[in-house]
Antibody
């Protein structure tokens, strides 16, 4: 059974760096055909794709966030991390980690973490 | 203005049928965009409903179906139930590893 669990500070100061970890169990983050994505949702608003990392370590980012975003994988601990720099109050959101299936069946998010709320405030 | 468009809100009567759509600000949605659909209740993570345009995710009842209607992807719910009331999101694969969410549709069952 695949499980994803987000973790990290719930409060970050403006202009500082947000850092989150997604701990994956039940499958290796290097398992072929799967990418690992970060998605965020500001309070009361819709979902926004931030970016993904492939099983080969290739990264893909939303153009609107690319300059501030880094996604990486720690294969020894089976974790995926998100770094978002220079945060502002607009970055306050619930952050979800999700597995992205790229098999012949299609391209879609097939497993989701529960999400973690990060508030940007001084 | 969102690249991927959805109706902000829709309503359906219990037992009725409703179709939610997912379009592009410019251009037509085709199967090449691998449309997928998700539902989300408040405070919960999204749940996958449909992928690859019309494939139901495991455990999703056949009341939910996906298709391409005209120049948009569509999610049709038949026999609407009270617990279908939630937010629905589509995602399109734009190529080069990039996915884009629609703005979401808030469905009311009344």
């Amino acid at each position: 059974q695949v499980q994803l669990q987000e973790s990290g500070p719930g409060l970050v100061k403006p202009s500082e760096t947000l850092s989150l970890t997604c701990s994956v169990s039940g499958v290796s983050v290097t398992s072929s055909s799967y990418y690992w994505a970060w998605i965020r949702q500001p309070p009361g608003k819709g979902l926004e794709w931030i970016g993904s990392i492939s099983y080969r370590g290739n990264t893909y980012y939303s153009p609107s966030l690319k300059s501030r975003t880094t996604i990486s994988a720690d294969t020894s601990n089976n974790q995926v991390s998100l770094i978002l720099t220079s945060v502002t109050s607009a970055d306050t959101a619930t952050f979800f980690c999700a597995r992205y299936d790229t098999t012949l069946a299609g391209r879609y998010f097939d497993n989701w973490g529960r999400g973690t709320l990060v508030t940007v405030s001084s | 203005q969102a690249v991927v468009t959805q109706e902000p809100s829709l309503s359906v009567s219990p037992g009725g049928t409703v179709t939610l759509t997912c379009g592009l600000r410019s251009g037509s949605v085709s199967t090449s965009y691998y449309p997928s659909w998700y539902r989300q209740t408040p405070g919960q993570a999204p749940r996958t409903l449909i992928y690859n345009t019309n494939t139901r995710s495991s455990g999703v009842p056949d009341r939910f179906s996906g298709s391409i209607l005209g120049n948009k992807a569509a999610l049709t719910i038949t026999g609407a139930q009270a617990d279908d009331e939630c937010d629905y999101y589509c995602v399109l694969y734009m190529g080069s590893g990039i996915s884009v969410f629609g703005g979401g549709t808030k469905l009311t069952v009344l």
